[in-house]
């Protein structure tokens, strides 16, 4: 671990945002699934979430440009239980979804606690997450096409989040806590012994204002 590297990552997670996520429904193709990887890191996004009854998807095509280690990827079975507990986080629940209720996605405040529901390429988000959601928003088109690849769609409203947060000075200060910061440091700058410490139980060691870890007595 170079000092260099060090103070990349470490500046990186300065300005990571944990009230904001992405959950991908049904969403399955690789291109697509690496593509919004690569727009939830560029904005400052940790965790994202995906639906499906896959036993594995993966993040790690060229496409994410190596973004894939740096965000963490939770799966779940159905729509339910995540959006059931961003809420209790306190979270809006957006769905990228075009109808008669929906709302121009610029007229949505992103500095608030914020998840946003997008669907798989075919069918887009699911009646559930319809019934779940505070608002559905949309993204005006002014051509024939009414709709757009659901990779472009993401990165369309997370770079308007993007804005609104930056307007505000979100990427100024760090939003994580220092709990949560030492240990995402640690993580990202050792991950194959922070998966040992996990492990065994134990605590990870500090690390000096290089990188270095710290050496513990006993």
């Known amino acids: 671990m170079t000092n260099e590297r060090f103070q990349k990552i470490a500046a990186m997670l300065r300005r990571r945002q944990p009230d904001l996520t992405v959950i991908m429904e049904g969403v399955h193709k690789t291109h697509n699934l690496a593509a919004i990887a690569r727009t939830c890191d560029a904005v400052g996004i940790s965790n994202i979430h995906a639906i499906t009854d896959l036993s594995h998807i993966s993040l790690s095509s060229g496409v994410a440009m190596g973004s894939n280690r740096w965000l963490d990827l939770h799966t779940h079975t159905e729509t339910g239980s995540i959006v059931a507990k961003l809420k209790k986080e306190g979270y809006q629940i957006l769905a990228a979804h ?31 997450a319809l019934h779940l ?51 995402l440091l ?33």
């Open 133 to 183: 959601c505070d608002k559905a928003v949309f993204i005006p088109m002014e051509g024939m096409v009414k709709s757009l690849n659901v990779s472009v769609a993401t990165a369309v409203v997370l770079y308007e989040a993007h804005r609104q947060r930056q307007k505000a000075g979100f990427y100024e200060r760090m939003r994580l806590s220092p709990q949560q910061y030492e240990q």
């Open 98 to 128: 075009y109808d008669a209720d929906a709302v121009d996605y610029k007229q949505v405040d992103y500095t608030i606690p914020s998840a946003l529901i997008v669907g798989q390429e075919l069918f887009g988000v699911s009646p559930e």
């Open 186 to 218: 640690f993580e990202k700058c050792y991950p194959e012994l922070a998966g040992k410490y996990r492990d065994r139980g134990v605590p990870y060691p500090p690390l000096n204002e290089n990188g270095a870890i710290i050496e513990q007595e006993g």
